[in-house]
Each structure stands twice: as C-alpha cells, then as structure tokens.
C-alpha cells in the first residue's frame, strides 16, 4: 500500500519526462482493459446459462453510462496496442533507446489519429440509436445495482486469496512470495509470452472491436431482421442472446469459424491481462509476503474463473429454448 502511494505521489512530482507519463498511462489503460473483461467473459457465459441476464447485460452496455465507457475503452485499447508494440521493439533494438522519448510522443499522436475516424464512425450508431423517439433505457440506479454482483465476485476472490495465502504461509512457514523470483526460468517465459501474445491479441482484439463498434455497433446487437456481422443470418427476434447464437452456430467450411476466434481471443487476453495484473499487483506488495502471494492468487483464480467459464459458453450451444427465455425477458425489461 506504502509502495502504491509513493508511486502515486513520486509520478506526480516527477510529471515531466514522457516516459514516465507513457509507463503510468500502459499500466492503467491495461488495468482497465483486465477490469472490463472480467465482467465482459462474464456476462457473455450468460448468453448460454442464463439468457434473461445476458438480455439485461446488453441493455446495461446500451446506457449513456456505458456507452461513455465503450469510448474509453476502445481509447484504452489503442493506446495500450501502439504503446506495447513501441515497448517490444525497443526491447529488442535497445540501440534506439535514444529514440523513446520521441516514440512516446509518436505514440500519443497515432493513437489520436486513430481514435478520431474510430469515434466518429461508433459516434454514428450512437445518434441512430439515441434518436429514436421510441427507445427505451435502464435508468442510472438499475445500471448501477447491477454491477453489484461483479463488486461483491471481486471482492469475495480478493478475501479467498488473502485466506488461501494465509493458510499456505501458516503450513509451510514460508516467508516470500511464490512464483515472483526475478531472472527465474519461469518469468523469463511470462516475458516474452507477453511480447508473443501482446503481437498477436493485436488482429484479434481490433477485429473484434471492429465487428462490435464500427461494423454492426454495440447498438445493433438487438436489432430486429438486422444480419448478424460476420454471418449470413439474421437476427429474427432482435435478441442479444440470438446474435450471439448466430455467430457461433456460423460455419465456414464446415468450421465454426468465430467460437474458434472468440477462443483464442479469450486465451490470449486472459493469460496476457491477468499475468500483467500480477506485475501490477506484485509492484505494490513488496514488503509483505502475505499480500504479495495473495496478488498471485488472486490473478491465478481470476483467470482460471474467466478461462472455465468462457470456455464452457464456448463448447455449449445456445438452443431456440434460450432464444424464447431472451424474448420474453427483452419484453419484461422495460414492462415494470
Ligand atoms: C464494448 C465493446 C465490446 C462488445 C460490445 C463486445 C461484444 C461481444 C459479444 C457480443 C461477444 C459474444 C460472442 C461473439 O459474438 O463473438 C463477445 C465475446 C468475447 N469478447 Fe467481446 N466485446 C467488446 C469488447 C471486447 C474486448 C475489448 C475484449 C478483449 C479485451 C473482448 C473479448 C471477448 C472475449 C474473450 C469473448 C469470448 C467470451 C466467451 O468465451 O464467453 N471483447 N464480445
Ligand atoms: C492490443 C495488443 C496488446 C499489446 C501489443 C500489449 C503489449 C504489452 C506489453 C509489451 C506489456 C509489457 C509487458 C512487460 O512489462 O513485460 C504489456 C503489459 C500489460 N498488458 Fe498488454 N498488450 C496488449 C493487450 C492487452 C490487453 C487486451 C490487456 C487486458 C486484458 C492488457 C493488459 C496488460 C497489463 C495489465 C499489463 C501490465 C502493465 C504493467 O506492468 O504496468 N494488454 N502489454
């Protein structure tokens, strides 16, 4: 906690040097990206398990609130995708270090660049959407309560790993931290898997983002007669719980071509996310070995949670069953 505030305060202090700024700002654009897909994998599984939810989900991200969000998030992502590639390639052309304040500054500039015409074409489906003189949305409250369950889930993995490193402590009489010894074999393989991964969650992520922003948007998920992006099928009840269907029942070649996708998008982001989450976490728990292996727990459940669970949606199929609950709960919804 020491070690957070000092951090805290020494960046403010130090403001100038664009390097520092390009650290801070990669570490919290990656903080929030791992924050957002926790809930994201999350509310997807309930397409599959609890369709009248994933309804509920989808009217949540359609909010002011939300949508506010959405823009971060992409901003976030693209920030954190140049910034990343620029940390790869100084990695391996230490020779250009000279050069990084300037790439910090041209990092910046491409990820404005690119932003703007990302903005304005998600901006688009945004007005469409908000136009409508007939839509109907979940107040401030509703959409607030409802992310109370993802809070009371953090928080309950934040005591199972403080207890579970307590209990491992207390038998073994261990004194440092599991899994965090520098120079190891072990963290040597986390290094590069995540310059490995950070290349390749970069097709995978900007792809999806595009099908869920640019091409469709978030808004035409539940849109009725509107065909599916990257299928050939409409979606006949206007269901999120139908779009979703639609796109993992899609075959290509005979190949379920986006559960293949959205599983290795899942992997990739997953092991890269909660691994730089442990970085983070172990930063800030130097001088105690209690929360410094409880950091390490907590990103080892966190992770193993979103891999079970997404990975079951994935596996599972998403009958006309599920498509009728999503219906008569996308009726409820705004019925009270
Ligand atoms: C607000 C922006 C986003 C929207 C609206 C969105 C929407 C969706 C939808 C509808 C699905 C269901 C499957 C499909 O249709 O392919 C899905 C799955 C998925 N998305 Fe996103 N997505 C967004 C951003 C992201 C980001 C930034 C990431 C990665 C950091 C991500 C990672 C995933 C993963 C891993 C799955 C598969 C989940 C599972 O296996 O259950 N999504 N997304
Ligand atoms: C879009 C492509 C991406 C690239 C090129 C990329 C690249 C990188 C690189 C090079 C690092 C530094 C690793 C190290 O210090 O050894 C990193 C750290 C990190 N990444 Fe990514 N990443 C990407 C996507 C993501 C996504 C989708 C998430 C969240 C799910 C994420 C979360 C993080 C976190 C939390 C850190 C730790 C930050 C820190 O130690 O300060 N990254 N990323």
């Known amino acids: 906690m020491t070690a957070l505030v ?33 809930l994201h994998v999350i509310d997807t599984s309930w397409a599959v398990f609890y369709p009248d939810l ?7 991200y359609q909010t002011p609130l939300f949508t506010i969000g959405e823009f971060v998030l992409v901003a976030c992502v693209i ?11 100084f990695d391996y052309r230490p020779g250009w270090w000279k050069y990084q304040a300037r790439a910090a500054l041209l990092v910046l500039g491409l990820s404005i660049m690119v932003s703007i015409p990302v903005f304005v074409a998600m901006f688009g489906h945004v007005l469409a959407f908000y136009n409508d003189p007939m839509r109907q949305m979940l107040g401030l ?3 607030i309560e409802s992310q109370l369950p993802f809070a009371a889930g953090i928080g309950a993995a934040v005591i199972a790993a403080i207890i579970a490193s307590a209990a491992f402590g207390a038998v073994t009489g261990e004194k440092t931290a599991a899994g965090i010894k520098r120079g190891s074999r072990i ?37 009725v007669g509107h065909t599916v992006v990257g299928t050939t099928t409409p979606n006949v009840s206007g269901t999120a719980v139908e779009f979703v269907a639609n796109r993992w029942n899609f075959l ?11 599983f290795a998008l899942l992997a990739m982001v997953v092991a890269h996310g909660f691994n730089g989450l442990r970085y983070v976490l172990t930063d800030y728990t130097m001088s105690s070995p209690l929360l410094r292996r409880a ?3 907590l990103c080892v459940i966190g992770a193993s949670v979103l891999l079970v669970l997404g990975g079951l949606a994935l596996v599972n199929t998403i009958d006309s069953t599920a498509i009728q609950i999503a219906s008569e709960a996308a009726e ?5």
């Open 54 to 60: 994933y309804v509920k989900a989808i009217a949540v």
């Open 332 to 336: 409820q919804l705004f019925a009270q």
């Open 6 to 38: 000092t951090t805290i305060t020494e960046t403010l202090r130090y403001r100038g040097a664009i390097g520092q700024w390009s650290w801070v700002l990669h570490r919290v654009t990656g903080l929030g990206v791992v924050l957002f897909l926790t």
């Open 79 to 89: 920030y954190h995708a140049f910034n990343g590639i620029r940390i790869i390639v």
């Open 295 to 297: 950091a390490v727990y």
């Open 187 to 223: 963290e040597k393989f986390w290094w590069s898997f995540m310059r490995v991964s950070g290349i390749l969650i970069v097709p995978l992520v900007f792809g999806h983002l595009a099908m869920m922003h640019v091409i469709q948007g978030v808004f035409a998920i539940t849109e």
């Open 252 to 262: 290509f070649a005979g190949v379920a071509v986006w559960r293949l996708y959205d």
């Open 141 to 143: 409250v509703e959409v």
